[in-house]
């Protein structure tokens, strides 16, 4: 598994965990190290600098990434929509904001992690919102 992919299910992992249990993202980054730390496992786990840089800009612009993902799903609220789906989108949209990823790899990627965590018929949904927030972008001169 590449190093980024890896980083980015992490960083989806972590969100979830944050999400769900409403703790100080710096709460869920070390719980999920715990998590990778075990007494089979003695060896403590390395930071991935990528994965914590993707959850706290996550979770840093999740307010404005928020408003982008209601915006775009019609018929949706966002707090009716699973939460993995809703964190695979955050993470896409924070990831497309930060312009160091070409918008077809960041797509692919959120796809890629929606096959793997979530439902088949996701697939459409995360696809169209993220494609409606690119175009939308790149209209605006992003």
Not at 11 to 35: C, M, N, T
Not at 39 to 62: I, Y
Not at 68 to 75: L, M, T, V
């Amino acid at each position: 598994m590449a190093a980024r992919h890896r980083s980015r299910k992490r960083a989806l992992q972590v969100l979830f965990e944050w999400d769900v249990r409403g703790e100080p993202v710096d709460k869920a980054i070390l719980h999920f190290y715990d998590s990778l730390y075990s007494e089979e496992n003695e060896k403590v786990p390395k930071p991935d600098k990528f994965m914590e840089e993707l959850v706290r800009g996550t979770v840093a612009s999740a307010p404005e990434i928020d408003k982008k993902i209601e915006a775009k799903s019609e018929h949706w609220r966002l707090d009716r929509m699973p939460v993995v789906d809703r964190n695979i989108l955050r993470l896409a949209i924070y990831e497309l904001s930060v312009n160091n990823v070409p918008a077809p790899i960041v797509i692919d990627e959120a796809l890629e992690l929606a096959r793997q965590f979530s439902s088949d018929e996701s697939l459409p949904f995360i696809n169209g919102l993220l494609d409606a927030i690119r175009r939308q972008s790149f209209a605006a001169g992003q």
